[in-house]
């Protein structure tokens, strides 16, 4: 282990002198904690101080029902003729699993099911028995809408 080397003063007229350097140097003053400042307003312009009444503001109503959030949709076909693919950009599992319910209902529909990780988007894999893809998608979110509509009414029944 290394030793500090420390230095010492040959005289002790040095040692005093730095003894009152140091004791000069000390803070004597401390600011009072328990006083209370007032705060000081400072106008963001000029034009501040001669604002003298307030202006009043009317609250818009919120719309009852928010407006839809478009989805960013990609729709490709597969391996098979009747096979799809639909990926959603954005979507959880919940949106996912109900909007599957509601193509398993639809007529033309033979499978359908979906996968969500937190890589790629969530995909929604349709195999169809009959008819356009496009029409029996429509009729699912179609049933889809009234379904979120009516759970809405309820709730509003409650509050």
């Known amino acids: 282990m290394a030793k500090k080397k420390t230095v010492k003063p040959e005289d002790e ?3 005093d002198d730095l003894e009152d350097e140091l004791i000069d140097d000390d803070i004597s003053e401390y600011p009072e904690l328990s006083e ?3 705060k000081e307003i400072i106008p963001l312009s000029e034009d501040d101080d001669d ?3 307030e202006e009043e503001f009317e609250i818009e ?3 009852r029902f ?9 729709l490709t076909k597969t391996v098979g003729e009747n096979d799809y693919e639909l990926v959603i950009e954005g979507q959880s599992h919940d949106f996912c699993n109900i909007l599957v ?3 398993l209902k639809t007529e033309g529909v033979n499978a ?3 996968k969500v990780t937190g890589i790629v988007p969530a ?4 195999r169809l028995d009959k008819g356009k893809i496009k029409d029996i998608l429509f009729e699912a979110i179609e049933s889809l809408r009234e379904e979120v509509i009516e759970v809405q009414k309820l709730f509003q029944k409650l509050t």
């Not at 928010?66 to 990609?74: I, R």
């Not at 995909?123 to 349709?126: A, D, E, R, Y």
């Open 13 to 15: 007229d040095e040692l």
């Open 66 to 74: 928010p407006d839809y959030k478009h989805l960013k949709l990609n």
């Open 101 to 103: 319910k509601h193509l």
């Open 123 to 126: 995909q929604i894999f349709i």
């Open 36 to 38: 209370k400042k007032e």
């Open 112 to 114: 359908a099911a979906y």
């Open 51 to 53: 604002i003298e009444e």
């Open 61 to 63: 109503e919120e719309a």
